[in-house]
């Protein structure tokens, strides 16, 4: 799936997009500066005007349901802290679902997954490739009624078993999870 397609389902679809994320951790080149900011300590960015986020926005405002799920690894790793108090905070502010299944599932979870996906409206499955250190390989499209029933199944399990992020930043502050 070449990169323009990938990115054109998020402009065209119609109710819903589901994302699971089983990796603790991701290499994500564009992050990497924000990362470092994150762990020394300096305020939350101003995010206005992000495209990521001005996409979501929008799709969520049509009355599309954006959701996000990825699995909490214990301990939390230094970059799912980043993730939870920088992106995830600011995509919840804009309208996006963002749930965690807690550690306790893992093993459920990754019998039933074995990679991360987009769920595109139900019926629009894109498998997410990374290697071994969570650098992105690419985007493949999902083949066949079976793949698609085992990723609806996935989500419904996650969906089943998740907390909010509001009970994550609690957890967190309260020293629950650290």
Do not use: K
């Not at 995509?91 to 769920?119: K, M, N, Y």
């Not at 250190?133 to 609806?152: D, H, I, V």
Request: charged share 25%.
């Amino acid at each position: 799936m070449t990169p323009e397609a990938f990115h054109e389902l998020f402009a065209t679809f119609e109710t819903s997009a589901f994302r699971l994320q089983l990796w603790p951790e991701y290499d994500v080149p564009s992050e990497r500066s924000e990362f470092v900011d994150y762990h020394s300590g300096r305020a939350l960015p101003d995010r206005t005007g992000n495209s990521w986020l001005t996409t979501m926005a929008g799709q969520v405002a049509r009355g599309r349901r954006w959701t996000n799920v990825h699995l909490l690894p214990a301990p939390l790793t230094p970059y799912l802290q980043y993730l939870i108090d920088w992106w995830y905070v600011d995509q919840a502010r804009v309208g996006a679902e963002i749930l965690f299944v807690p550690p306790e599932f893992a093993g459920a979870l990754h019998t039933l997954a074995s990679c991360d996906f987009w769920l595109f409206d139900d019926c629009r499955l894109i498998l997410m490739r990374y290697d071994m250190s969570g650098r992105f390989l690419g985007a493949e499209a999902g083949t066949g009624p079976a793949a698609l029933e085992g990723a609806r199944r996935v989500r419904d399990f996650a969906l089943q078993h998740a907390i909010d992020l509001q009970r994550v930043l609690e957890d967190r502050r309260a020293g629950r999870l650290i």
